[in-house]
């Protein structure tokens, strides 16, 4: 049968295929809309299989947040390029994943003939990447933020013990600035006791073999347990987010700054958690 253009533009609207993957839809099934958008959906599958060996280093992470402000998610969502990474599909597809997280749902199965309608439209082979939900436990605030466009999301958890410290602006304010510190300074710790002692036994050996080849041998035992000592804890200011200057003020650390916070509301701030997305990391 012959297709029409309005046949064509129905479904380009329904799907928002191209004209010419429309037009071969329609062709195919016989003009059966329903038939066709199944079709278009089976191709971008078809697609994906072939191009899986294509590297998906682009793409976006989202952020969702409930009304209450209770519970917060994340979603990172794949490409190959930034320029299918920028295009409305794309972003309202990574919107959606935010939003299906965010409901505690998996978001391949929730979202499945979205995403193998995003396939078509792209062309590339796009990967549900990973994605974080956090819900408040106890008093407290969780807060979220998106840095460089979507290519960094960071979640953080902030615990206190008066209801009041929980509605108050300054302590919103400490957490988002502490969202922003975690994407600016990428901490993988809290405190220095969550850090492995194997990482920090590597850290050393990593450090003790550069001090012997700048001197050409090691200080005495007694001199290198202070070492030691002194490298373990400067190793801890880099990766422990409490003891890193705090960004907005380099003459305190996140933890003096926080304890400044604290005080200021009277009360004890404990961070919970944090969690930092990378965009392809």
């Known amino acids: 049968m012959a297709i029409t253009i309005a046949q064509i533009k129905e479904l380009r609207e329904a799907t928002a295929a191209g004209m010419g993957a429309c037009k071969e839809a329609l062709t195919v099934t016989n003009g059966d809309m329903q038939e066709a958008v199944k079709y278009l959906r089976e191709k971008g599958l078809a697609v994906a299989a072939k ?3 294509k590297e998906s280093k682009q793409g976006i ?9 209770k519970s917060m998610a994340l979603a990172e969502v794949n490409c190959e390029t930034d320029f299918v990474a920028k295009t409305d599909a794309f972003i309202k597809f990574v919107d959606d994943a935010a939003k299906v997280a965010l409901d505690g749902k998996d978001i391949e ?6 995403y193998k309608m995003l396939l078509t439209k792209t062309g590339e082979n796009v990967k549900i990447r990973r994605s974080e939900r ?5 008093t407290g605030v969780l807060s979220g933020y998106i840095h460089m466009g979507g290519k960094i999301g960071v979640m953080v958890e902030v615990a206190c013990t008066k209801g009041e410290s929980a509605a108050s602006k300054e302590l919103a304010d400490a957490a988002h600035y502490l969202c922003l510190q975690i994407a600016a300074n990428s901490p993988k710790y809290i405190v220095p006791e969550d850090v492995p002692q194997a990482e920090i036994d590597a850290e050393l050996e990593i450090k003790l073999n550069a001090l012997k080849e700048q001197k050409g041998k090691l200080p005495p035992e007694q001199a290198l ?3 030691k000592k002194g490298m373990a804890a400067k190793y801890c200011t880099q990766v422990c987010l409490m003891k890193q200057d705090y960004v907005a003020d380099g003459e305190l650390t996140v933890e003096k700054y ?6 200021q509301l009277d009360d004890t701030l404990t961070v919970k958690r944090f969690v930092r997305l990378q965009l392809g990391a």
Request: charged residues 25%.
């Open 61 to 69: 992470i989202a952020f969702a947040q409930a009304a209450d402000g």
């Open 258 to 263: 926080l304890d400044g916070v604290a005080k």
């Open 109 to 114: 199965q929730t979202l499945n003939d979205d």
């Open 225 to 227: 347990v202070g070492i």
């Open 51 to 53: 191009r899986v060996d």
């Open 134 to 138: 956090y819900q408040l436990d106890g």
